[in-house]
């Protein structure tokens, strides 16, 4: 089966840049997606495709994919970034997969 | 705006059968290039997929959870089902339904979310 790795928690300052990353076989060559949960709040997807931004999404929150890990890149970050955040990709064999999830704290 | 808002039971006893339903409104479950998934997340926990639907009937499944689910849809009702058969505590969960356009796009709209207690 496949499975994506992501760090248990990130933690950056107020203003700060944030990266959060993905990790999985060959994950360059699937199509990765980013979701930002708050609690007690359903996902909201933030990327999709690697690198593209969702309408109403800001243009802090990037994303890039290359050979064996995808980053989520939030630039700027705010104390409303606080959230946790999943990556999830399509696989022939497992169809959809979440990652682990990463907490993201903003000092 | 498309709005997804889930319903059943909050209580199931163990071995029973999970049943919800996932309501569409402010658009057609029967839209071109849409599937409607659902996806949970036990308390504490990460997200899991368990599985999508098109609105003419194919179906894709997580293979951990194959054997217990079946998803369902009725447009005439604009609406999709989830049943989990067998039921442990371990499928307590917060059960979310959600949209997706085909098979590498992300779940762009998503439900508030319905908690499920596996318990006798």
């Known amino acids: 089966s496949y499975e994506l790795t992501q760090p248990l928690s990130v933690s950056v300052a107020l203003g700060q840049t944030a990266r959060i990353t993905c990790g999985g076989n060959n994950i360059g060559s699937k199509n990765v997606h980013w979701y930002q949960q708050k609690p007690g709040q359903a996902p909201v997807l933030v990327i999709y495709?690697?690198?593209n931004r969702p309408s109403g999404i800001p243009e802090r929150f990037s994303g890039s994919n290359s050979g064996n890990t995808a980053t989520l890149t939030i630039s700027r970050a705010q104390a409303g970034d606080e959230a946790d955040y999943y990556c999830?990709?399509?696989?022939?064999?497992?169809?959809?997969?979440f990652g682990t999830g990463t907490k993201v704290t903003v000092l | 705006q498309l709005q997804l808002q889930e319903s059943g039971p909050g209580l199931v006893k163990p071995s029973e059968t999970l049943s919800l339903t996932c309501t569409v409104s402010g658009g057609s479950i029967s839209s071109s290039s849409y599937y409607w998934g659902w996806i949970r997340q036990p308390p504490g926990k990460g997200l899991e997929w368990i599985g999508s639907i098109y609105y003419s009937g194919s179906t894709y499944y997580n293979p951990s959870l194959k054997s217990r689910v079946t998803i369902s849809v009725d447009t005439s009702k604009n609406q999709f089902s989830l049943k989990l058969s067998s039921v442990t505590a371990a499928d307590t969960a917060v059960y979310y339904c959600?949209?997706?356009?085909?098979?590498?796009?992300?779940?762009?709209?998503w439900g508030q979310g319905t908690t499920v207690t596996v318990s006798s």
């Open positions: 999830q990709v399509w696989d022939s064999s497992t169809f959809y997969v």
């Open positions: 959600a949209r997706h356009k085909d098979t590498g796009y992300g779940m762009d709209v």
């Open positions: 495709r690697d690198s």
